[in-house]
């Protein structure tokens, strides 16, 4: 429902989360890749990271296509970003406004961003709809943009810790919201795992690879876990 039709070709995404998992990007610098999620507030990240900043921009120019997923908040982009980035896209985690009482289609400002930096953020596109009951945060959205708007058959996901660690270089917890105690929970740990298995489960036909520093887990066949060693 919604599925771009395959042609054959092995099309590749990068999910990027912002848990400490995020240090698997190293893993990926000679890999072909025809698509980078960023997830969220990333402008940080950039700036503390000259190779992570050095990753995306090889990436780029080796023609992958750079996107940023940002939530409803619409946080973390900003002018020194937007310079030393290049972004293919900017989408909201919403579809477009309409009068459903759904919070994928709550209002957001699309021109918020457009006179300041010259960036117009999109709604997610119509074909992600029927997926957007089962999910629950913007990186799952980055995934059902990848498969069902770009086209991915093998989507690699990093940074996705389900809150059981400290984003990255962030391990004084000084502003992770891992700290929130509305979100560092148990019961939203368990939602956010539940909820990945089932977008997994939507698509046997795509591979999906996740490195996390966390007990996630899966029993389907087409999403393989590695789990990677937290850093001290």
Same mark, same amino acid.
């Given at each position: 429902?919604?599925? $771009?039709?395959?042609?054959?070709?092995?099309?590749?995404?990068?999910?990027?989360?912002? %848990?400490?998992?995020?240090?698997? !990007? &190293?893993? !990926?610098?000679?890999?072909?890749? *025809?698509?980078?999620?960023?997830?969220?507030?990333?402008? &940080?990240?950039?700036?503390? *990271?000259?190779?992570?900043?050095?990753?995306?921009?090889? &990436?780029?120019?080796?023609?992958?296509?750079?996107?940023?997923?940002?939530?409803?908040?619409?946080?973390?982009?900003? &002018?020194?970003?937007?310079?030393?980035?290049?972004?293919?896209?900017?989408?909201?985690?919403?579809?477009?406004?309409?009068?459903?009482?759904?919070?994928? $289609?709550?209002?957001?400002?699309? *021109? $918020?961003?457009?006179?300041?930096?010259?960036?117009? =953020?999109?709604?997610?596109?119509?074909?992600?709809?029927?997926?957007?009951?089962? =999910? %629950?945060? /913007?990186?799952? =959205?980055?995934?059902?943009?990848?498969?069902?708007?770009?086209?991915?058959?093998?989507?690699?996901?990093?940074?996705?810790?389900?809150?059981?660690?400290?984003?990255?270089?962030?391990?004084?917890?000084?502003?992770? /919201? /891992?700290?929130? /105690? *509305?979100?560092?929970?148990?019961?939203?740990?368990? $939602?956010?795992?539940?909820?990945?298995?089932?977008?997994?489960?939507?698509?046997?036909? =795509?591979?999906?690879?996740?490195?996390?520093?966390?007990?996630?887990?899966?029993?389907?066949?087409?999403?393989?876990?590695? !789990?990677?060693?937290?850093?001290?």
């Amino acid at each position: 429902m919604g599925l $771009r039709k395959s042609t054959g070709e092995i099309m590749k995404a990068l999910v990027c989360g912002r %848990g400490e998992s995020l240090v698997s !990007y &190293k893993d !990926y610098e000679k890999v072909k890749l *025809d698509y980078i999620y960023l997830v969220n507030e990333f402008n &940080k990240f950039v700036f503390q *990271d000259s190779e992570l900043r050095h990753f995306l921009n090889t &990436k780029s120019k080796e023609g992958t296509k750079i996107i940023q997923i940002i939530n409803i908040e619409m946080a973390g982009l900003d &002018k020194n970003f937007i310079d030393n980035i290049k972004l293919d896209e900017v989408f909201c985690t919403r579809l477009r406004h309409t009068n459903e009482s759904h919070w994928w $289609r709550d209002y957001f400002n699309q *021109d $918020r961003f457009a006179n300041s930096l010259g960036v117009k =953020v999109k709604p997610q596109p119509e074909c992600l709809e029927p997926y957007m009951n089962i =999910v %629950g945060n /913007s990186l799952l =959205v980055a995934i059902l943009n990848a498969v069902l708007d770009k086209g991915c058959n093998e989507v690699n996901i990093i940074g996705s810790d389900f809150y059981e660690s400290f984003y990255y270089l962030d391990n004084k917890d000084e502003w992770s /919201s /891992s700290q929130w /105690s *509305d979100e560092n929970t148990k019961e939203t740990q368990e $939602r956010l795992k539940r909820q990945f298995n089932q977008v997994v489960e939507c698509f046997q036909k =795509v591979s999906f690879s996740i490195k996390t520093q966390s007990t996630f887990s899966s029993n389907h066949q087409n999403c393989k876990v590695k !789990y990677k060693q937290k850093s001290n």
